[in-house]
């Protein structure tokens, strides 16, 4: 199937010398939840602005449904939706005017049912003719959210979406993406809370210093990175490990009184019984035994430190 | 054409227009009723006709020109200086518009703005002075033409200024001094003849020349000449701005 974001040797140098991304190959299918993830700095905004039509791009070519985003910008633009990590607002303009004005400027003719029934599922209906500046933090996002939708687009950016929203707002804000889905909207969210793009996305692509670094399905990245451990908790605590268990998946913490095996959840031979044995063997006796899965922030932290040379 | 842009972003700049009525209507219309209160009858009484025209008459015209210079400027340069001081310039840049559209928009609200203004001041001058209008549809033409022109000029200081102060820096430095010195309030033939030729580098001479021509057909410079300085000003303004947006100068990265 055609992706319906298709990027293909994008770089990005600004002015200023920075180089803020290098030779970006990505591809977004239609209708999934894509979590770009990447720590500050990385370039995931950089590389959201290009797309939309906010920052010029470098080399390179990108393509939105089939349209080059510079050559047929039009086709390309009115599909796309946008919510930008910063508040920018017209702080006097009423609720309803800003989003009429939203739903005008992407080309699309008034539909005074369609932005009610917007501003409904997002709990801004009775707000309409309040002025902006009067809203709270989470109501204001939720208007540039409502500004995003206003035309009804296939794709929808989101640029840190839950960066300081409360916990309430940011499980409606994930609600509502589900929703999206599943009328047909494709969503790009970065994020640098792993939970969220663990509990969201389809795929995820980590992003490093201007460089996608991989790209993968949520489950499958999960399963190939996703190590187990085993964590053992001891009766006495132990000054160091006798020389029988000194190995690399194996150590000691809590002064002694933790033994962490580190092991691949994937295999038949986890090691976990031949451990069990050996320690019965060297009369270490165990009160406790926690085995857990890494999340994908555990994942996200080895692999942007393992590439940090 | 995206003519729904065209049309949203037209009324969104119009609509703060009403919002700040008092601001955008109210202010110039006194400010310019207090020239007339000075100039036009505790001065004018005084002074001999100029041209054949009466001093009160002649005035209208150089008043409601710098009434719609500046404010031509003002109101294009802050509806395009807003968002991007706020931000929320990223929503225009994102949205499938071209260049073209952007500025038909903007550029259109606020020409339209000073057009309105530039008729209140006509008729509020009516109360003062007495006054005959020779050609109307020239007077029509050189204030859309100047309301227009100007409109762009403060739609490029709206993309080029980087803070209040080269927002405010522009209009007061250069375009009010300007106007003062381009013969609202006197013919230039009155100057000293060094002046008269220093004068005529003055473009706003041309514009309140043409547009007196139109009120009472008596004129400075040929009104030929004051049309062709109008409309080389439009050029130069549109040239420019095909060169902000082409470059994204002050706008995009």
């Not at chain 1, 993830?37 to 990385?42: D, E, F, I, K």
């Not at chain 1, 053992?232 to 809590?254: G, K, T």
Request: include cysteine; aromatic fraction near 10%; proline fraction near 3%.
């Amino acid at each position: 199937m055609q992706p319906v974001i298709s990027i293909q040797g994008l770089n990005k140098t600004y002015a200023s010398g920075h180089s803020a991304l290098k030779t970006i190959d990505l591809d977004i299918r239609k209708g999934e939840i894509f979590a770009l993830l990447g720590p500050n700095g990385a370039g995931k905004t950089t590389l959201i602005s290009i797309i939309c039509g906010i920052v010029n791009p470098g080399e390179g070519r990108v393509q939105v449904a089939g349209n080059d985003i510079v050559r047929d910008y039009r086709a390309a633009r009115s599909k796309i939706g946008l919510v930008p990590q910063e508040l920018f607002n017209e702080g006097f303009e009423s609720v309803w005017a800003t989003v009429k004005f939203s739903r005008g400027l992407f080309g699309k003719p008034a539909n005074a049912g369609y932005l009610e029934q917007l501003l409904k599922d997002l709990s801004l209906w009775e707000k309409r003719d309040a002025r902006i500046f009067e809203l709270s933090g989470g109501m204001k996002r939720r208007v540039m959210i409502a500004k995003a939708l206003s035309h009804e687009p296939e794709i929808l950016f989101l640029d840190e979406p839950t960066a300081g929203v409360d916990v309430e707002l940011r499980r409606n804000m994930w609600e509502m993406v589900r929703k999206l889905r599943e009328r047909g909207v494709t969503i790009i969210l970065t994020t640098h809370y792993i939970e969220e793009a663990e509990e969201m996305a389809d795929r995820i692509g980590v992003i490093r210093k201007g460089e996608i670094i991989l790209v993968e399905d949520k489950a499958t990245l999960m399963r190939k990175l996703g190590k187990k451990q085993l964590t053992v908790h001891l009766q006495h605590p132990l000054h160091a490990l006798p020389d029988a268990l000194v190995r690399d998946d194996l150590s000691l913490r809590d002064d002694g009184y933790t033994l962490v095996y580190t092991f691949d959840g994937q295999r038949d031979e986890t090691g976990v019984a031949e451990l069990l044995q050996e320690l019965a063997q060297q009369g270490i006796a165990f009160k406790d035994l926690q085995s857990s899965e890494s999340s994908l922030e555990d994942i996200f932290v080895s692999l942007v430190s393992e590439r940090s040379e | 054409m995206n003519f729904y842009a065209i049309r949203a972003i037209y009324l969104f700049e119009l609509a703060r227009t009403w919002r700040t009525l008092l601001q955008s209507i109210a202010t110039p219309v006194i400010t310019t009723s207090l020239y007339f209160v000075v100039f036009g009858s505790a001065i004018g009484s005084s002074m001999n006709q100029i041209q054949g025209v009466s001093y009160g008459a002649f005035i209208v015209p150089g008043l409601i020109m710098l009434a719609l210079l500046t404010e031509s400027i003002s109101n294009a340069s802050f509806g395009i200086y807003m968002p991007k001081y706020s931000g929320t310039i990223y929503e225009v840049l994102s949205a499938p518009v071209s260049y073209l559209e952007i500025v038909i928009g903007y550029v259109g609200a606020a020409a339209t703005k000073s057009v309105i203004l530039g008729v209140v001041i006509l008729s509020t001058a009516r109360l003062f002075v007495d006054f005959d209008i020779l050609h109307p549809l020239w007077m029509v033409a050189f204030l859309l033409l100047t309301a227009v022109t100007f409109s762009l000029f403060g739609f490029i200081i709206g993309i080029w200024a980087d803070g209040w102060e080269k927002l405010q820096i522009v209009p007061a430095l250069v375009v009010t001094p300007l106007t003062f010195l381009g013969g609202s309030f006197y013919s230039i033939g009155m100057l000293p003849e060094l002046w008269q030729k220093i004068t005529l580098f003055n473009p706003v001479v041309y514009l309140i020349s043409g547009f007196r021509w139109s009120f009472y057909g008596v004129s400075d410079v040929h009104v030929g000449v004051s049309l062709a300085m109008t409309l080389g000003f439009l050029a130069v303004c549109i040239t420019l701005i095909a060169w902000i947006f082409r470059t994204g100068y002050r706008l995009k990265n």
